[in-house]
């Protein structure tokens, strides 16, 4: 595969796409096909049989995207429709032919000025919801695989590791580490049996952007791995993602032959003397598992636990080889980064955090669903903006990012950048991206209970600080929501967050405490109200965990 | 001595348990990834994939096709949320317990079916008909609060839809 055989691909494609006036795209990503998008989108392939419209009208299934509370969507040339059912069809394809979006009754429509669109910037999600997932050719039209043969035919892998540093990249993960960093010490190792994961391990509830992507856009995450294992000499590549993700799996399985039927994946990629073979490994849900060493461990078919680091994947990773990992954002960085070149990617954000950062946005807001915008953006901006703000005349009160691992961050704080050095100066993290909104009905010591909890369950019992003192910090809050405890209670809970904290073996333990001690920070009284005996004025005993 | 030898030397694999095809498709998993005890859960899956859930014949038989010691294979087994060493009911009810659908109400939507069916999560009524189930997350955050009744994923649920739905699986 030359960059003339790849261009001739994409302008078949493209000319394919053109002699169709229309283009009816359907999401049929995991959100809008859970409210019944394949019965659309059939309906809508019906209708346009019947009609004698099939050279005119190209229904396509794409990606996310993004507004999943409204799904299932359905986008033409010049509107969006939410909420669409398969009765609808006639209607959509009836508006198409003449010419007005406004044809069916009933259709509603997402004006495509809203905030919720207007306000992103996607770089990630650029072909999520535009692209046949499916087809390896839709991809390729829309500047897929270019950065890859680009890479391999006119640069040194040296200089994709400089370009990845110079682009400021961060790991999407949730850590942090810079990802530049992070490719030239695998890079450095020297010539040997080298690896390069995919972590697809999203376990954080409340979280769903990394199976949008590969649910949308797999192509994207391979070209990102397959550019990063000829920067730093890996031959083999695994995708570790969650067996719950059937759809993402089945994408990612199509779009690994599709790419080794072309070339760009396998023996002699570009006819060169790099070959990488990318496999999937089924996770099987295990939440300590996105750490990388228990990862490493799960991958070699192993218990999931981790083991102290240093030496660092970078060195001694799997089966003991220098071992690259990243996550799935950060794979899906990559090609637009050579794209475009490292100043591009260095403009975008703040000055420690570049580029954009997708968001799953769920909980008590209007507008739930993925969302993708630049480092730097408030919490409230995201939360009132593109969320919608909350509904039914309710007051937020807390916004949690992080998972199980980030904390809430009360309504006061909500001014606060989204960078990855902000959030933990207001005592949560980046984490992968879930952004939780609870407004007054939540009552934070049941949600510092909730992921207590979550945290206990996925302890995987190797280190005794998280093993037994996450189960004594959920003794504790138990005993405070049920109202029978003392102050001398929050003492010891806080002693025992500190400990916790301070000792644990991996990222699960280290940061278990952090759900407590930012409620702590912020919602103290409410704390002091359970611990005093009188009600608490949100807790909804009825809806209390069993 | 002589059997110990052969023993040792022969590299014939164990023989299938049975000769339900499905033990067929395990074999076929563990011979693509040469027998290696790294295929442990890989090999796993494909048994709860046929079967629904691993038992003790399909843990040895596991163990020793994969040449790994019958204990790492049960402490793998074990381990792992998604594998089940109890066969599931006829119909499954996944509750998602995922912070959105929490905050949403998934406790109110688990109270109501294990109050209508006698059963706690990870259990099944006496009659095989229903498992109920948790999930961590379904990742339709965007739907909370979410189930999943026999494969079909329920958004935006209240406890009577899913209670309808659930009542529908079982007297279609």
Same mark, same amino acid.
């Given at each position: 595969m030359t960059l003339d055989e790849l261009r001739k691909i994409a302008d078949t494609e493209r000319q394919a796409q053109q002699k169709f006036p229309h283009h009816v795209c359907v999401c049929i990503a995991a959100g809008c096909l859970s409210s019944g998008a394949d019965l659309v989108r059939d309906a809508l392939q019906k209708e346009v049989a019947e009609t004698g419209m099939s050279h005119e009208v190209l229904v396509k299934g794409v990606g996310c995207m993004g507004l999943c509370s409204a799904g299932p969507l359905v986008a033409v040339e010049t509107a969006t429709f939410a909420?669409?059912?398969?009765?609808?069809a006639p209607d959509i394809v009836r508006g198409l032919d003449t010419g007005?979006?406004?044809?069916? $009754? @009933?259709l509603q429509h997402c004006a495509a000025d809203m905030p919720f669109f207007q306000r992103q910037k996607k770089?990630?999600? +650029?072909n999520s919801g535009k692209?046949?997932? +499916?087809r390896i050719e839709d991809y390729i039209a829309h500047d897929g695989y270019r950065a890859l043969v680009a890479a391999i035919a006119e640069m040194s892998p040296q200089e994709i590791v400089a370009t990845m540093v110079q682009s400021g990249l961060r790991g999407r993960?949730?850590?942090?580490?810079p990802t530049g960093l992070k490719w030239s010490t695998v890079a450095k190792t020297g010539e040997q049996e080298k690896y390069v994961i995919c972590n697809? $391990?999203?376990?954080?509830? %409340?979280?769903f952007m990394d199976r949008a992507v590969l649910e949308s856009d797999p192509h994207r995450v391979l070209e990102g791995m397959a550019i990063a294992a000829y920067a730093v000499g890996a031959q083999r590549g695994f995708i570790y993602v969650r067996a719950e993700y059937p759809l993402a799996v089945k994408h990612l399985k199509t779009a690994i032959k599709q790419a080794e039927r072309l070339g760009?994946?396998?023996?002699?990629? *570009?006819?060169?003397?790099f070959s990488f073979h990318i496999d999937i490994r089924l996770g099987?849900?295990?939440?300590? &598992? %996105? +750490?990388e060493t228990a990862l490493i461990a799960s991958v070699e078919g192993k218990r999931g636990t981790p083991r102290p680091r240093p030496p660092y994947p970078a060195q +001694?990773?799997?089966?003991g080889c220098p071992t690259l990992i990243n996550n799935v954002e950060t794979f899906a960085n990559v090609a637009p980064i050579l794209r475009n070149g490292a100043a591009w990617f260095a403009a975008i954000g703040t000055e420690k955090s570049k580029g954009t950062k997708v968001f799953a946005l769920a909980g008590r807001v209007t507008n739930t669903g993925l969302i993708e915008v630049p480092m730097g953006m408030t919490l409230r901006e995201i939360i009132q903006d593109i969320g919608g @703000?909350?509904?039914?005349?309710k007051r937020l009160k807390a916004v949690q990012t992080g998972g199980p691992s980030g904390g809430c961050i009360a309504e006061e704080k909500?001014?606060?950048?989204?960078d990855y050095e902000s959030l933990k100066n207001v005592g949560s993290m980046m984490g992968s991206g879930g952004m939780i909104v609870m407004d007054e009905t939540s009552c934070m010591v049941d949600v510092a209970k909730y992921f207590t909890e979550f945290c206990m369950s996925e302890s &995987?019992?190797? *280190?005794v600080p998280c093993r037994a003192g996450t189960q004594q910090m959920l003794h504790l809050l138990e005993k405070i929501a049920g109202g029978q405890s003392t102050p001398a209670d929050l003492v010891v809970l806080e002693e025992l967050c500190d400990l916790v904290r301070n000792t644990s073996l991996c990222g699960l333990g280290q940061t278990a405490p952090n759900g407590i001690l930012s409620t702590l920070k912020y919602f103290r009284h409410e704390y002091q109200q359970h611990i005093a005996g009188g009600? *608490?004025?949100? *807790?909804?005993p009825t809806e209390v965990a069993p | 001595m002589l059997v110990l030898f052969t023993m040792q030397s022969d590299p014939a694999q164990p023989p299938?348990?049975?000769?339900?095809?499905r033990w067929k498709i395990v074999e076929a998993t563990a011979r693509r990834h040469g027998?290696?005890?790294?295929?442990l859960i890989e090999t796993l899956h494909t048994v709860q994939e046929c079967f629904g859930y691993l038992d003790e014949t399909a843990l040895r038989f596991v163990a020793s096709t994969l040449r790994a010691p019958l204990s790492r294979v049960y402490g793998v087994a074990t381990f792992y949320?998604?594998?089940?060493?109890k066969p599931q009911g006829k119909h499954t009810c996944v509750v998602c317990t995922g912070t959105a659908c929490y905050i949403k109400g998934a406790p109110a939507l688990l109270a109501a079916v294990e109050k209508t069916h006698g059963i706690r999560p990870g259990e099944t009524t006496t009659d095989g008909e229903l498992s109920l189930l948790t999930a961590? &997350?379904?990742?339709?955050c965007g739907l909370a609060p979410a189930a999943v009744v026999d494969g079909v994923v329920l958004g935006k649920v209240s406890a009577a839809g899913l209670l309808a739905r659930v009542e529908k699986g079982i007297h279609p």
């Open positions: 909420n669409v059912t398969p009765e609808q007005s979006d406004t044809a069916g $009754d @009933g770089i990630v999600l +650029e692209i046949d997932p +499916e993960g949730g850590a942090g580490y697809a $391990d999203e376990g954080d509830p %409340g979280a760009l994946l396998g023996n002699n990629i *570009c006819n060169s003397r099987a849900g295990a939440f300590v &598992c %996105g +750490e +001694e990773g799997l089966w @703000g909350v509904p039914d005349g909500l001014d606060s950048p989204v &995987c019992g190797k *280190c009600p *608490c004025p949100t *807790c909804r | 299938l348990p049975s000769d339900d095809k027998r290696e005890p790294n295929a949320h998604y594998f089940s060493l961590r &997350c379904l990742g339709s």
